[in-house]
């Protein structure tokens, strides 16, 4: 019994470390992020990656339900404790490096399935609604400007 708890203790913690680590690597290395590299930079084979997490939409799922998580506490924290220029600022680089985890282009590059697409697009929607009131009046006519900026941005000038 004692066994078993340490393997699924291990197991656990090895799959929060790949979890972390997919967010750094996918938001460093964009489109060229790979399970290939995650390995190398993890030390660990693309088998260990695989144990925890059969399918690539398995380890995507886990990575978007963290990095939300984290993304929507991140945005409480601005809106409570900053206010003015500088809140909008922090929101809207956060809203932006949320953006660019979920871009079409990842999604096609990974060939990930819609379904997968949809629970991100969920989960960029309700970060949008958190912080949109402290970004403008106009929440409905704002996030189409604000996507439509950060597509031309991220497609033109950022790797």
């Known amino acids: 019994m004692r066994k078993q708890n340490l393997n699924e203790s291990f197991h656990m913690d090895t799959a929060q470390n790949i979890i972390e680590e997919s967010i750094h690597s996918l938001q460093?290395?964009?489109l060229r992020f790979s399970v290939d590299s995650l390995a190398g930079r993890m030390g660990?084979?693309?088998k260990t990656i695989y144990k925890c997490f059969p399918t690539k939409e398995a380890l995507a799922k886990a990575l978007y339900q963290q990095y939300f998580?984290?993304?929507?506490?991140?945005?409480?924290?601005?809106?409570?404790?900053?206010?003015?220029?500088?809140?909008r600022t922090l929101l809207l680089v956060l809203y932006y490096q949320a953006y660019a985890m979920v871009n079409p282009g990842v999604f096609n590059k990974f060939a990930l399935n819609?379904?997968?697409?949809?629970?991100?697009?969920?989960?960029?929607?309700?970060l949008y609604a958190l912080m949109a009131p402290a970004l403008t009046s106009k929440v409905d006519?704002?996030?189409?400007?604000?996507?439509?900026?950060?597509?031309?941005?991220?497609?033109?000038?950022?790797?």
Not at 143 to 152: A, C
């Open 28 to 30: 460093e290395e964009g």
């Open 44 to 46: 660990m084979s693309k």
């Open 69 to 87: 998580r984290e993304a929507r506490e991140h945005a409480r924290q601005v809106l409570e404790g900053q206010q003015g220029q500088s809140a």
């Open 114 to 126: 819609e379904e997968l697409r949809i629970f991100a697009e969920k989960e960029m929607y309700q």
């Open 141 to 159: 006519a704002f996030r189409p400007i604000l996507d439509g900026t950060f597509e031309y941005l991220y497609t033109r000038f950022l790797p």
